[in-house]
Structures are given as structure tokens and as C-alpha cells.
């Protein structure tokens, strides 16, 4: 079936530091994948996303690119910030499932100044 | 832009009570809600798909003589958790598509149940 294996948190960095949370998942169709941020106390928010291989999905100096051959979807940012600190969550939706989601278990991030 | 309400943030009940959890669709009609639950260190799991108007749709596994779901109206859907005991306690969040897009969903901010 349909699965996202996320890294495990959690994850503490000092500010400016570089930022990689991998994602690798399993999907019987074509799915879109999604990374979402969910601040403290805030719902989930779309982060960014890519639809198709080799897609490189970018928002707020996040990026992820879309890798059919090794089926990742890592999160990285070159240099994070306080702000930054929150969970995050890849996912991946198949449109022939209803387009539900699947989540990965969801990866702590602190970032100390 | 599109935003979903989700109350209460967090909620303690004793062992044998219900829980009620609502989401609202402020400024967009929510004709579909999905509720997913969360249990410590395990991935978001969907737990059922309800449409307003008509009876929930349930993932294999979830009880839904436990777990009632109620579309009312195209702004609200509630979670009730019946009977609730201490291995229902886990974070439940609902989730609304806006415009049928896979990349178009809004996400209340989650309750997170301790049944004691």
C-alpha cells in the first residue's frame, strides 16, 4: 500500500545551520507529494509541493525535489531560523485513492539561536 | 485565506464519557471533511471521510458505533467519541479540501484527547 517513511525526530540546530529531513515513500499509482509545517498551536500548513518526478517544490527557502528513481522527497533549507522551529510532515496523495493523504510520522524541529 | 476552526484545542474526560469535537469552515463551504487521529510517535492516520448530507465513510478498522460522525452543514462537522477510554487518547485533526486540487486542503489545528 500507499506509505510515507519520515525521519525521526527530534531535531535541535543552531540558527544558519543546514536543515535535511528525509522522506522516502511507496506508492502503488502516481502520487503527488507534499511537505506540511504545523507551528505551535496552528493547524498543518502546506510548506511546498511537487507533482511529478524530478519536480522541485520550493516555499519560505525550503526545497524538496521530487526523486522517482530513489523515491525521496527530502526537505532541506541551507540555513534555518528560530522561526522555522515547528513539525514537520511529508505526505504523499494519490488521486485514484480520493486523493487522501499519507503521513509520515512527523519530524520535531528546534532551532536555538 | 480558507481557514478551518477546530475546538476544543484540548480536552481531558473521564473514562466512560463522550467527547465532542467540532470543525468549522469559516469562509468557505466544506462539503467534504476528512478526520485523521495521531497516536504517539505513529503517522497521521484517516480515520473516515464525511460529506455533508450524507452518512461518513469509515477506514477499515475504526469503529463507527464509537467514532460518530455528523456533517450538519456545509460549514460543520463534528467528531464524537462515545464511551471513551484511556487508548482513545491521541491527537485527531480535521481536514477540508477547497477546490477538489490534491494541493488544496486547510487543516484545523487539532485536539489532542487524554481519556483519564
Known amino acids: 500500500g500507499d506509505s510515507v517513511t519520515q525521519m525521526e525526530g527530534p531535531v535541535t540546530l543552531s540558527e544558519e545551520a543546514f536543515l535535511t529531513i528525509n522522506c522516502t515513500y511507496t506508492?502503488?499509482?502516481?502520487?503527488?507529494l507534499f511537505w506540511y509545517v504545523q507551528y505551535p498551536g496552528e493547524g498543518l500548513q502546506l510548506l511546498l509541493k511537487a507533482t511529478k518526478a524530478d519536480d522541485k517544490g520550493s516555499n519560505k527557502g525550503f526545497e524538496a525535489t521530487y526523486r522517482k528513481e530513489t523515491t525521496s522527497f527530502h526537505l532541506e533549507k541551507g540555513s534555518v531560523q528560530v522561526s522555522d522551529s515547528a513539525v514537520y510532515f511529508c505526505a504523499l496523495s494519490v488521486a485514484n485513492t480520493g486523493n487522501q493523504f499519507y503521513f509520515g510520522t512527523g519530524t520535531s524541529l528546534t532551532v536555538i539561536p | 485565506g480558507a481557514v478551518v476552526s477546530q475546538h476544543p484545542s484540548w480536552v481531558i474526560c473521564k473514562s466512560g464519557t463522550s467527547v465532542k469535537i467540532e470543525c468549522r469552515s469559516l469562509?468557505?463551504?466544506?462539503?467534504?471533511m476528512f478526520w485523521y487521529r495521531q497516536f504517539p510517535k505513529q503517522s497521521l492516520m484517516l480515520m473516515a471521510t464525511?460529506?455533508?448530507?450524507?452518512?461518513?465513510?469509515?477506514e477499515q478498522g475504526v469503529e463507527k458505533d464509537k467514532f460518530l460522525i455528523n456533517h450538519a452543514s456545509l460549514t460543520l462537522s463534528t467528531l464524537t467519541v462515545t464511551s471513551a477510554h484511556p487508548e482513545d487518547s491521541s491527537f485527531y485533526i480535521c481536514s477540508a479540501p477547497q477546490t477538489g486540487r490534491a494541493s488544496g486542503y486547510t487543516f484545523g489545528s487539532g485536539t489532542r484527547l487524554t481519556v483519564v
Open positions: 469562509d468557505f463551504q466544506a462539503t467534504t
Open positions: 464525511s460529506n455533508e448530507g450524507s452518512k461518513a465513510t469509515y
Open positions: 506508492a502503488t499509482g502516481y502520487p503527488s
